[in-house]
T-cell receptor, first 113, second 114 residues
Framework: DAGVTQSPTHLIKTRGQQVTLRCSPK?????VSWYQQALGQGPQFIFQ???????QRGNFPDRFSGHQFPNYSSELNVNALLLGDSALYLC????????????FGPGTRLTVL | AQSVTQLDSQVPVFEEAPVELRCNYS??????LFWYVQYPNQGLQLLLK??????LVESINGFEAEFNKSQTSFHLRKPSVHISDTAEYFC????????????FGRGTSLIVHP
């Protein structure tokens, strides 16, 4: 059983560009959450998707948007990239009922030059 | 809102020595507490969690943590560490009755020397 997978592993972009990151949840999971982990920091919650809708959102600007597909996979889109968007982006999947354990993927390392 | 403070950014220790990684939280309501481990170039893995019941919780690889409500702490301990325990450790809190989204601390890097 594959766990949470993310693609690509690494990505280099320049300021102002747009980027799309992808996540496939663990088999059987219906909820996907995205986190940003800056260097030397803990993960910061971006948003969470369930039933193809954004259910909760952290303190991130509208440049950060997402999508969930009928097969529960998800995308994170970031527009107008800033240098400060350089980070490890983590996807976590779980079941939609409260305190179900979140399973994290290995992350996508985004570098903005 | 809740917050988490991990007091040590880095903890060096020799193999087979005991270790304690400190975590304090602040919240005006009851909380659920978690420890995650992140090995190099990997995502986070849940190590252990406190939801209710016994305040002492254990992981399968010898770590334990104790919920201390009066001191608002959830310190992680292991009596004898191995080289393979070298990793980043994150404490996280979820506010009871809230959104069930965890707030993470900044992490503690555990470095085990031979």
């Amino acid at each position: 059983d594959a766990g949470v997978t993310q693609s690509p592993t690494h990505l280099i972009k320049t300021r102002g560009q747009q980027v799309t990151l992808r996540c496939s949840p663990k088999s059987g999971h219906d909820t996907v959450s995205w986190y940003q982990q800056a260097l030397g920091q803990g993960p910061q919650f971006i948003f969470q998707y369930y039933e193809e809708e954004e259910r909760q959102r952290g303190n991130f600007p509208d440049r950060f948007s997402g999508h969930q597909f009928p097969n529960y996979s998800s995308e994170l889109n970031v527009n107008a990239l800033l240098l400060g968007d350089s980070a490890l982006y983590l996807c976590a999947s779980s079941l939609w009922h409260g305190l179900d354990t979140q399973y994290f993927g290995p992350g996508t390392r985004l570098t903005v030059l | 809102a809740q917050s988490v403070t991990q007091l040590d950014s880095q903890v060096p220790v020799f193999e087979e020595a005991p270790v304690e990684l400190r975590c304090n939280y602040s919240s005006s309501v009851s909380v659920y507490l978690f420890w995650y481990v992140q090995y190099p170039n990997q995502g986070l893995q849940l190590l252990l969690k406190y939801l209710s019941g016994s305040t002492l919780v254990e992981s399968i690889n010898g770590f334990e943590a104790e919920f201390n409500k009066s001191q608002t702490s959830f310190h992680l301990r292991k009596p004898s560490v191995h080289i393979s325990d070298t990793a980043e450790y994150f404490c996280a809190v979820i506010r009871s009755g809230g959104s069930y989204i965890p707030t993470f601390g900044r992490g503690t890097s555990l470095i085990v020397h031979p």
